[in-house]
């Protein structure tokens, strides 16, 4: 069984910052070595989108173009955790945040294998 745990969420007025945090855990030989981790956002009335992964064998990124440049995703292997680290918050960048996973990046684009339960941001203008 395979379980993510996030963090960090909370209230924050525009141009603020806070750091999500993901803990991986898991009863199988399951490993974080070598897959797909990051982050997913929904607010209410909108789609899904996937908002920053990071490929944990060699720690390459990708950013959505709507966070590009505010928001940061790293990792750290010992503790099985991923964070994102989010400047310059917008109103529009409320929503519920979710962590996710996949052991490769097919299943990652067309729709990760494990999902945290979500944790709110909202950002106040």
């Known amino acids: 069984q395979v379980h993510l745990s996030e963090s960090g969420g909370g209230s924050v007025q525009a141009g603020g910052s806070l750091t999500l945090a993901c803990e991986f855990s898991s009863s199988n030989l399951y490993s974080t070595d070598n897959n797909y981790m990051g982050w997913f956002r929904q607010a209410p009335g909108k789609e899904r989108e996937a908002i920053a992964r990071?490929?944990?064998?060699?720690?390459?990124?990708w950013y959505a173009d709507s966070v590009q440049g505010r928001f940061n995703i790293s990792q750290d292997k010992p503790k099985k955790s991923v964070y994102l680290q989010m400047n310059d918050l917008k109103p529009e960048d409320s929503a519920m945040y979710y962590c996710?996973?996949?052991?490769?990046?097919?299943?990652?684009?067309?729709?990760?294998?494990?999902w945290g339960q979500g944790t709110q941001v909202t950002v106040s203008s």
């Open positions: 996710a996973a996949a052991v490769n990046i097919r299943t990652w684009l067309g729709g990760p294998s494990y």
């Open positions: 990071i490929y944990t064998g060699i720690g390459t990124t």
